[in-house]
């Protein structure tokens, strides 16, 4: 197993970084590809670069805490990074106001979904409380999940973070197929569908198809977020 042990904590963290900013660059441009006539842009560039990362670390024998002393700094900036979502949403002011009705029952409608079918799932494969608490909030953006978590008394945040990965990568993965094959096609409806089921990851999906979407998807996110730590506070 390599160790790096000991090297400073501050280049362990920015090697971890750097060689997850190559493998996510990497998956773009393979991403503007076509094999066998596939075309590549159908796979959100998550998926190629994190199996790129897990590859390399299984083959070098990386001690994984020795990553994510990256990992841990890419997190620590997740937070103000996602107030970049506010310049889609200036620039859609308009037409976000003409359609708060429609925003506001998406926002209410998925919060309690996506609670109540975790909680569902949760009793009938009779899961304790604890793992109830640490994935309810699958649907909200990580920095949201983790405090909602802390807040119900969990303290599995690593479960937490595998729902909230687990649903933003299913989202952007089978989401606009998925609206396809259900005739939908309105911009409106398509970025408040991702942004409220699939956050960040979703939403980022979002700007290879429309701004417009990447919009109303950077809108119900927040929205989302904060509706579900409301309710997740009256839950619990």
Do not use: W
Request: charged residues 15%; hydrophobic residues 55%; positive net charge.
């Amino acid at each position: 197993m390599t160790d790096f042990s000991q090297f400073p904590d501050i280049i362990a963290a920015a090697a971890a970084v750097a060689a997850t900013a190559a493998a996510h660059f990497a998956a773009k441009r393979f991403s503007a590809k076509k094999i066998f006539g596939f075309k590549m842009s159908a796979v959100p560039s998550i998926i190629p670069a994190g199996m790129v990362i897990a590859a390399a670390i299984a083959l070098m024998g990386v001690d994984l805490k020795n990553y994510e002393k990256g990992g841990d700094l890419i997190v620590a900036v997740l937070a103000p990074a996602t107030l970049a979502l506010a310049l889609p949403l200036y620039k859609f002011r308009g037409l976000i106001k003409d359609n708060l009705p429609e925003i506001a029952a998406a926002t209410a409608i998925s919060s309690v979904a996506s609670i109540g079918s975790i909680y569902v799932l949760a009793k009938l494969a009779g899961l304790g409380d604890d793992i109830f608490y640490a994935v309810s909030s699958k649907c909200v953006t990580a920095p949201a999940a983790i405090e909602i978590t802390k807040m119900a008394g969990s303290k599995l945040f690593e479960l937490t973070m595998c729902g909230v990965f687990v649903s933003g990568l299913l989202g952007a993965s089978i989401g606009h197929g998925l609206m396809a094959l259900l005739r939908v096609k309105s911009d409106v409806s398509k970025g408040l569908a991702m942004g409220a089921t699939s956050h960040v990851v979703g939403t980022a999906r979002c700007l290879d198809f429309s701004p417009k979407q990447a919009a109303f998807s950077a809108l119900i996110l927040v929205m989302t977020a904060v509706f579900t730590t409301v309710l997740a506070a009256a839950v619990f």
